[in-house]
């Protein structure tokens, strides 16, 4: 038997379906990467939360901390990098202020409130149907 050598239409046909199926897994890798980066955020923000709780006991002024975070955590020895700790999963700095009681700190994050706007957008676009 003669080997018989692949045409170019068939070189072709198996390159476009190599292409759609990598569009297929990168498109969906990009949610899954999203998905990380509010995880990220929300461990980041917990954990940035409780180091300033440890500066505000050792008796640092509120003001100063949410206004510059990372001075405060690099007096106290708290984070190895301060800088890092104050960005979100997408790399945004997180917004602090006080809290209303002036007692107490907000920490909130752009990126992570468009996102979850968007999940909450995607969530309500999704129709269940029930059997009657």
Do not use: H
């Not at 045409?7 to 990380?36: H, Q, S």
């Not at 890092?84 to 002036?102: C, E, M, T, Y």
């Amino acid at each position: 038997m003669k080997k018989r050598a692949l045409t170019l239409l068939e070189i072709m046909i198996v390159i476009f379906l190599i292409t759609l199926i990598t569009g297929a897994i990168g498109y969906n890798m990009r949610g899954t990467l999203d998905k990380g980066r509010a995880f990220r955020t929300e461990q980041a923000q917990d954990q940035l939360y409780d180091l300033l709780m440890i500066c505000l006991a050792d008796g640092e002024n509120i003001d100063d901390l949410a206004k510059s975070p990372e001075k405060c955590l690099r007096k106290q020895g708290l984070a190895k990098d301060p800088e890092k700790l104050v960005l979100d999963g997408w790399n945004q700095k997180f917004i602090i202020s006080v809290a209303p009681g002036k007692n107490d700190l907000k920490i909130s994050s752009k990126a992570l409130s468009k996102y979850q706007k968007k999940m909450k957008k995607t969530d309500a676009d999704i129709v269940d149907f029930e059997e009657d």
